[in-house]
């Protein structure tokens, strides 16, 4: 029953967020179409990105790795008045020091900017510093946005959380084609409003969720109090916490940095291929990872082990079932789909091929970022800060060593190789830790598995490289109906094969969709 809950709620989740990500790629389509991989999009990319770095400290990272467990360890052992109290208090504390931080962004961007890009062209340099000024107070609303978010999904409310970060998509996209085709707007003049489409959708983002917490007793009213038992527990956790992300985010840093000395355009290929990436990885692994992280912390809290494990095994198998196949079709047809996504306006056949490279090595590590979102949550529900915050690390190092190796002779590719390189790395350190860390955790029947639909994804690309071969059409229409019938015959073929290999939990979901079937 626990396992269909939590099913349930992934499937909630992941249905939100594929709604965010159709509009993020409706958006990114528009970037691509109005400026392409020219210095417009490098210096938005730039802009975008640094608020960014900072939201994963203060957003869904190290604040919320540390603000759950401690909210739903109240909601179990005290009461719902003191779970309000508490997150008030951090969501207070959080506007004063984001809306101070906000402002030091936007006083020292061009120092920020030319610390982090220093291979930067000065026009490049000149616009990027101006909408690094536009955007910064996003981080202001993503930051508020992820803590309620948190608060949200720690009620089993996820539909609406997944999908309040399609708001930041819509309002891009309309400061996008009603500048362009209302006032006729282009250029820089346009990257601008684009710019403020980020600010408005990241207000949008936080006041959406205001009605969900009012249905859980919140008063619309914040207080700044320091003080506290749980929040100086949460102030330990926090700290290693945001060691951690921020050491990671150094690894953004690193890749950006070392992307701006290629040639023009690498930032933005990179940028490109990895949206396309975080597809299925925010519609399927992040949202997992989500979801797990209440119910690992509750799990925790009471001792339950065994239920625990379940949940692992079924959250990692069902991402095995997708990712593997994923991958296997972005290496087989990933040059079809950037073309058929992006390759108009501005983006021209040089911008594909970038684009579709950085795509396929990203990919190759798709597998092991998935499987790092299952595992990470266990170290934060099991109050584990500080081990996180070393293997983080460690990664750092790695990344940035192979960094400068890999981009001498594969350019903006071993960036993104290098990327998934240290993804690996990073789940196998965290597989053998936990093991040893959390020995009551089982993680039985997980191998098996991996093993078969490995061998059937191996077999499905030597045929896809086949088809490819002699199945080459031009053009928009005849590339879509490529992709739809090769993604299709792939999806039936893995799920045939699955079958007759008794993949775990196949039987099962041929079942429950032939009863829904027939009842309907």
Known sequence: M?????????????VAILISRVLGMVRDQLMAFFFGTTFLNDAFVVGYKIPNLLRNLFGEGALSASFVPIYNEIGIKEDRRKQIDFALQILG???????????IGIIFAP????????GL???????AVLLTRVMFPYLLWIGLSSTM?????????FFMTGLSSALLNVGMILSMVVPRFVFGLQGEQLVRWAAWGVFGGGFLQTVINFPYLKQLGYPFKLFVRFGGEALNTMWKRFLPSMIGVGVREINIVADSLMASFLAVGSISALEYGYRLFQFPLGMFAVSTGTVLLPTYSRLVTMGNWEE????????????????????????????????????????????????????IFYSLGLIFFSFNQTLTPLFFANKDTRTPVKISASMVGLNIVLNFILMQFMQHRGLAFATSITAMVNFSIQFY????????ISFAGILPNFLKTLGICVLMLVLLLVANHFYHPRGFWPQLIKLGLLGTASLLFFYGLGLLLKLDFLAEARDRLWNKFRRK
């Open 2 to 14: 626990a396992e269909n809950k939590l099913i349930r709620n992934i499937s909630m989740m992941s």
């Open 308 to 359: 625990l494990s379940k949940n692992l095994r079924v959250a990692a198998v069902n991402l095995i079932y997708l990712m593997l196949p994923i991958t296997t079709l972005i290496i087989a047809l990933g040059g079809d789909l950037v073309q058929v996504v992006f390759q108009r306006g501005a983006f021209d056949a040089k911008a594909s091929l970038w684009t579709e490279q950085a795509l």
């Open 433 to 440: 830790l936990l093991r040893k860390k959390m020995p009551h």
């Open 93 to 103: 504390i959080l506007s004063v020091f984001l809306l101070t931080l906000t402002v």
């Open 121 to 127: 062209a000065p026009h490049t340099y000149k616009l």
């Open 111 to 118: 120092w920020i900017v030319k610390l982090l890009y220093p």
């Open 149 to 157: 978010i948190a608060i949200l999904n720690s009620h089993d409310r």
